[in-house]
């Protein structure tokens, strides 16, 4: 068993009868988490603070986007109307952002500061990436991608540099994405890192120092039912080193769908495989710390579930 944090301890939520739980995400700072529904006809998001557990808000018809680095606000996107909204997660008014129509992807930066957003009008007129500052509302374009969508971009945690998957714009609904390393201040694309899981939501995280990204490898890159099918992914999680460029295997399981890898402050890595909960210590192997069934999603938290 690995040593865990001493600062966090780990939860994994259980899908619930009628829903389908299809995230959990954590506050940076542990003290808050999303829970994220698909529900039959709808999307739904909850908002569970642990300082104060009996005020849950609901987020109805769309899904969270991303926390701010003090986990004091959250971007959540209403899919019937597009609009995307800067919430804070202790009370107070809603922010609508003006973003670019058909905005779908956005995330702050480490200075909390600017929110970075993806966009696109539609299925084969491609995607642009931009920033608006949030003092003043500026928004500044970056970078357009005429035959790509753009997905998951994401400052290191340091800022030094960004990186972003492209994924080609196609009605195939599993594909296989590019990552990128980029400049931070454009998004410039400086590297191509490796091929990546693309097509189903499964982001690459930062390491805790900056150093590396953890993504999804696909293990049946030619299997066409993986292209249509979203339980025919097999994969496994791989770690490139975004200055050397070297990139190690985190796991080796030869039938299984692992994803959802999350960091703890400290540097562990829990990640979902075989619908149970596995904890990584680098340099170390995997260990499953939950009962193989209807375990995923993992998130680390300062303090146990109320």
Known sequence: MPELSQAASLYSQPDPPHCQTDAVYAAPNGSAYILQYNCEDTLFARLLNLNNPDAVLLLNQGYFMNWSPDGAWLLFRNVETGQVWLIPINGGEWQPLDLPAGTYDAAFAPDGQRVLYAASVGLGFGSEMGVLNLADGRLTPWQTFP???????????????????????????????????AEPASGKQ?????????GHGYAPVWSPDSTSLVYVHRGNPDDIQADLEPLALRSN?????????????????????????????DGLLAFTADDAVWIWTPSKMPVQVSPPGNYRHPAWLSSPMP
Do not use: C, K, R
């Not at 753009?150 to 009605?171: E, F, I, K």
């Not at 490139?240 to 039938?255: H, K, L, S, W």
């Open 147 to 181: 035959d790509h969508l753009v997905a998951h971009a994401a400052w290191s945690p340091d800022g030094n540099v960004l990186a972003y998957v492209l994924l080609p714009d196609t009605n195939i609904p599993f594909v296989i994405g590019e990552l990128w390393l």
């Open 190 to 198: 400086l590297m191509l890192l490796a091929e990546v899981d693309a």
């Open 237 to 265: 999680l791989y770690q490139v080193d975004v200055y050397a460029g070297a990139v190690t295997p985190i796991t080796q399981f030869e039938d299984s769908l692992v994803y959802d890898a999350v960091w703890s402050p």
